[in-house]
């Protein structure tokens, strides 16, 4: 099975591209691969704490969780996070904080790499 | 062997944040192998509306306050970062070489490599991985 490291540079609001990603990590797993999920620039709004379920609004807290569980590597950027003001404290549990140094290298060693969004 | 990474830019400077991601994610290839047994080898290519960050004179300290892009571009030159401008968009938005970044003045000994977008094609073809911004 493959190595697959998708790179999303969308915040959880405002498109859907951070669903899709979110599915796409689903998907890839449940076929059996491995997965990192990296988020960088808006995206790493995906990773803060405390998000509350709306009907209208994207929640992907609970399936990063289950990600999780099923072994996905989910990383934030660390000088993105804190740009918005996003520290370790603020993540949800598990979640993991590094530079960008360890996504290019995970990234460098996988099978297929997808980036997806970007505002 | 090193791994190498080809970071594509399409989008212009400041309207997005993500040529400057794709900037520093490339820089930060050169400290990669903290993680992994081999080295990293970044490419960035600019194009489409991405070889507007190739030009020179930014002044986004003045009317942003943030670093300009040229000055990471200048920094990753003076690295000896490999980065090609796609020719036919500098073309299309009438920029002639002379207007691009260089950074002779830190001391580099490369230049922005302008080239036909059948040289980034190979390039796309010769990296083992691909990022697009």
Redo the contacts between chains.
Sequence with gaps: MATISIGLFSSLIGSMNSDFAVKLAETAVNKGHSVNLWFSGNAVTLARKGQKSFKDYSYLAERLKALQENGVAIVACEACAAARGIHKDDVIEGIAVHSMDWYVARAAKSDRVLHIGGE | MA?S?LFVIS?PPYK???PK?AI??A???F??????D?E?E?VVAFVGDGVLNCIKNQRSQEFYGIISTEQHIKNQLASDMRMLVCKEDLYRLDIKPERLINARDMGADIDLNVVGFNEVQKEMERC??????
Aim: net charge negative; with cysteine.
């Design positions: 791994k990474i989008r997005s944040e993500n991601l520093t994610h820089m930060a290839c400290v990669a192998d903290m993680h992994i081999e990293v970044p083992d991985q691909m990022m697009w911004f």
